[in-house]
């Protein structure tokens, strides 16, 4: 249960932080640190379990017959990345309240990034695929929030768009690939797909399910040719920078590539695309890395140079690859993060991230540069710090590789270029920045940040050096534990020392560092040479393939919709026409087995009312009012057959749905024209009749097939099990309530939204007002009847008891929420006609956005209590009590849900019905309260 809490407190600490617009900055960073802090606290309660090779589960029930659980699961891997998330997030709090300005909303910010930490605590905890997906495209929606923070701007807006189209569609190829896997292995759990390797690579789809898999990885973690979004994504606040793309989101790529690593990997195809990958995007981001003078974009493109030598590592086919590629994970989140809030304190201080105008720092801000300097030779490899290990390992691991075959040698020798270039351009950035003479033109006279602003920077660069130093004491521990939660099985042994004698790895280290300070002085023949390169704008070039694919839909979407309603109801008609009717052809005999039922005069009565007003809706179909009355009939008709049919509790549904849909067609046509013209030629008018009834005849024809042959449905198990398994005798209302309430809480939503898009579109649109009927007649001056207003006063406090009676029946007799939701509803709807809006919102001051999210809300957390008794989402509790004057009485938790159906009903119906009233009774002035 403790497992659940670590997300579930940063999801809350969300919401909480959104709340703290009204705080001191210093407060509402204390509010906000507080939710990672309780997890982080609950990690490290579990942290000498995992660090024993222990891996602990917990699980929820929600779908076990298609295997969907809320599962989670913390080992070895999930810890490295819960203290990445959580240790620097916390930091990055920290940082960001002296970071942002005092225009800048500082609870949007954390409550985005504390969203965003959600997502990703739940990519590395989830023990369930289609679990982990979902958690995996909120880190997408939530990097899109945080990227476009600054709104305003249009680098901002575009960045944040391009990050959301490239990570979204990776997005789309991972969940095809997450299911290909889970249908191979017949599982959704990740514990049954990590262990089933043999089955995975010996399936026919094995290498189809491998490509979208890694699209989805190489997507998310920027490599090459996907790397572009990330650069532009820099236009996020540099806390966003720190957080998001150095040490979390970019990481979700690594992390799925080591999580799937013991099912996918050991194959040709994986080596090869994988380590190819990875060394094509080592090489490029630290080329380019080189030519660019924006400080975040020269930390962008080192960013994706190291993404792409941890995935080589993952590719390479050595024992020891995978934990030299787990290694540097740790040490590129610490001096990554610590450059990225340098970075921020520069531009903070001097107005400016032009390295070109950024010269002699080291007088100006003497703390800064120091930390920074230091964070820049550890990613450069210098000895003594964290990145000269990691990268000491990987030159290693390149030696004992055989990737491309007799052509492996290659790669050592791209790899030592990629370390010079790395160290070449951490040269131009210590150089140009803290050296190199006097600043240029700064916006602002510079000086040191705010002493708590250098604290997370500091712990950073403590972590760089410590692990330098002793890398045993420091990491040694969690390193073993990620490294066998990713091998699948024993470690192999490793020493993580600062010598270990002159070796082909040191010599390639010193090579690097050598050669990276002969490209850094020398680098203006490197720039001629770039210059001479035609220009590549990666966002004009994304830019122009999304107009085009845009314009191509568009075209199409033109061609198809043309704006003829006719058109679209004549296609849609006629494909159900030859899906439904061919089949008929093919069957024998029309008619079933089962007897027929007798024709008697009240069926046959009922059956002739409903043809005749169907009828007369097509005749009179031009005249609004005539056409609201046989449809009314028809609705009528379908009320008494539910009842002839022992259905009552459809029959009250369909009443009262009849009652309030009247009405909203009455309100809705009151702006229509009279009377319709006619507009159909007679050649048209057949071919609507043939289809009409061609569409007739086969809906006929499969009705009498179905009511005339034997019928297996589940009904049977909700009668049996309606009373035992929900405490109710109405089998109707526990279906609703418990059997499918997850479907109610959907089609309940989805109402609360259709009302909102209504109320939306009427506060906005203009519609004209007849000032007559059709036949020229003013309208009455008294609006309001007073016998109308008299009678409704009367019967508002009934209905509303009928109301309260209908739901608290609702569980053992005809009833429930819905209908008592519409009983209520059209009492107040009575109210709006006889008294009018003004008069109501007086009297009557709600909020009906509101009563629709506590709707919403209390059926939601209904479901979610039942996962704190460890119950399936929305499982029902019943039992019986003896109330003092009452007696013995049964109480049910699906009565709670019950009333967040009730409540957003009321809600739904009322805001639209009201906005439509309102706009007819007064065009001028919107009285009501909605």
């Not at 969940?175 to 990740?190: K, N, R, T």
């Not at 692990?467 to 534990?481: E, K, R, T």
């Not at 020398?522 to 990666?538: D, G, I, M, V």
């Not at 819905?818 to 709807?829: D, E, H, K, P, Q």
Request: aromatic content about 10%; charged content about 10%; overall charge neutral.
């Amino acid at each position: 249960m403790t497992l659940l809490w670590i997300p579930l407190l940063s999801l809350i600490g969300s919401v909480i932080s959104s709340c703290t617009g009204k705080l001191s900055r210093t407060q509402a960073a204390a509010v906000t640190v507080l939710a990672p802090l309780a997890a982080l606290g609950i990690t490290l309660y579990h942290t000498p379990a995992i660090l024993a090779g222990e891996t602990i589960r917990y699980a929820v029930t929600w779908i076990p017959a298609v295997g969907l659980d809320l599962s989670f699961r913390l080992d070895g891997l999930s810890l490295l990345f819960m203290f990445m998330i959580l240790g620097i997030g916390i930091l990055v709090i920290t940082y960001a309240r002296y970071y942002l300005s005092k225009n800048d909303s500082l609870a949007k910010l954390y409550s985005y990034l504390l969203l965003f930490m959600t997502a990703m605590l739940g990519i590395v905890m989830s023990n369930n695929v289609i679990q982990l997906w979902l958690f995996w495209e909120l880190t997408s929606i939530s990097s899109f929030l945080l990227i476009s923070y600054w709104w305003h701007k249009t680098e901002a807006r575009k960045g944040a768009r391009m990050a959301l189209a490239v990570t979204g569609a990776g997005g789309l190829a991972l969940l095809a690939g997450l299911m290909l896997v889970a249908d191979i292995v017949g599982s959704y759990d990740l514990d049954v797909i990590l262990a089933s390797k043999a089955i995975v690579q010996s399936h026919d789809l094995y290498e189809t399910a491998l490509v979208l898999v890694l699209l989805g990885a190489f997507t998310k973690s920027a490599q090459f040719p996907f790397h572009f979004w990330l650069p532009h994504a820099m236009a996020a606040p540099t806390p966003v920078s720190a957080y998001l793309h150095s040490a979390t989101m970019v990481k979700a790529g690594i992390f799925l590539l080591a999580r799937f690593h013991p099912v996918l990997s050991g194959t040709d195809t994986w080596f090869l695309l994988v380590g190819l990958t990875g060394l094509t995007t080592l090489l490029f981001g630290a080329y380019i890395a080189l030519f660019k003078h924006d400080l975040k974009g020269l930390l962008a493109y080192s960013t994706i140079s190291h993404l792409g030598l941890i995935t080589l590592l993952l590719g390479l086919d050595t024992e020891l690859s995978t934990v030299a590629a787990i290694f540097h994970i740790i040490n590129h989140a610490t001096f990554k993060a610590s450059l990225f809030m340098a970075a921020g304190i520069i531009d903070h201080e001097t107005g400016t991230r032009d390295m070109r105008k950024l010269n002699g720092m080291w007088r100006y801000l003497p703390y800064t540069a120091t930390l920074a300097m230091v964070a820049a030779a550890s990613m450069a490899g210098v000895p003594l710090l964290n990145g000269f290990l990691s990268k000491e390992m990987f030159f290693a691991e390149t030696l004992h590789q055989q990737v491309l075959g007799s052509m492996s040698w290659l790669i050592p020798v791209l790899a030592t270029i990629a370390g010079a270039l790395s160290v070449a351009y951490s040269s131009r950035f210590i150089h140009d920045v803290f050296f190199n003479g006097e600043p240029i033109d700064l916006p602002r006279q510079p000086h040191e940040a705010p002493r708590y602003m250098r604290l997370p920077i500091e712990v950073l660069v403590v972590l760089c050096v410590l692990v330098g130093l002793f890398p045993h004491f420091s990491v040694d521990g969690i390193l073993s534990a990620a490294s066998l939660a990713v091998l699948g099985q024993k470690v192999p042994e490793y020493e993580l020392a600062i010598w270990h004698g002159f070796n082909l790895p040191l010599l390639m280290s010193a090579m690097a560092v050598v050669g990276g300070l002969f490209i850094y002085i020398n680098r203006k023949y490197l720039f001629q040479f770039q210059a001479s390169l035609p220009p590549l704008n990666a966002k004009k070039t994304f830019e122009l393939i999304v107009l085009k694919v845009i314009n191509w839909c568009q075209s199409r979407v033109n061609t198809i919709e043309n704006g003829s309603l006719q058109r679209y109801i004549f296609v849609m008609l006629a494909v159900v026409l030859l899906c439904a009717g061919w089949p008929l052809f093919e069957m024998q005999q029309l008619a079933g087995s089962m007897p027929r039922i007798p024709v008697d005069v009240h069926n046959a009565i009922g059956a002739g009312l409903l043809i005749i007003g169907a009828f007369a809706t097509v005749i009179w179909h031009r005249s609004r009012v005539v056409a609201l009355l046989m449809i009314s009939i028809v609705g009528l008709m379908v009320s008494v057959a539910f009842t002839r049919f022992s259905a009552p509790d459809l029959a009250l549904t369909q009443l009262t749905v009849e009652v309030a849909t009247v009405i909203l067609l009455m309100l809705a046509l009151f702006f229509l024209p009279q009377h319709t013209p006619k507009e159909s030629s007679s050649l048209r008018v057949l071919r609507d009749l043939g289809i009409a009834s061609t569409l007739g005849v086969v809906v006929a024809s499969i009705c009498y097939a179905l009511l005339t042959r034997p019928l297996e449905s589940i009904s049977d198990f909700f009668i049996a099990n309606a009373k035992t398994g929900g405490g109710d005798t109405n089998v109707v209302n526990v279906i609703l309530v418990d059997f499918r309430g997850f479907d109610t809480l959907g089609e309940i939503t989805v109402l609360g939204i259709a009302a909102l898009g209504i109320f939306k579109v009427l506060s906005r649109i203009p519609l004209f007002m007849p000032a007559s009927d059709g036949e020229g007649r003013p309208w009455a001056r008294e609006r309001h009847p007073i016998l109308l207003a008299s009678i409704s006063h009367s019967l508002l406090p009934l209905a509303l008891l009928v109301s309260a009676y209908i739901f608290l029946r609702g569980h053992n007799l005809p009833g429930g929420g819905f209908i008592a939701g519409l009983v209520t509803s059209i009492a107040f709807i009575l109210q709006y006609m006889a008294h009018g809006s003004a008069w109501i919102s007086e009297r009557f001051a709600v909020n009906y956005r509101k009563i629709i999210a506590s709707g919403i809300g209390i059926a939601l957390f209904t479901g979610v209590g039942s996962w704190f008794f460890e119950r399936p989402f929305l499982t029902t509790w019943f039992d019986y009590f003896d109330i003092p004057f009452i007696g013995k009485t049964e109480l049910a938790s699906a009565i709670v849900f019950d009333l967040g159906v009730y409540l957003t009903v009321v809600g739904a119906t009322l805001m639209i019905l009201a906005s439509l009233g309102n706009m007819t009774a007064d065009t001028q002035k919107k009285e009501v309260n909605i």
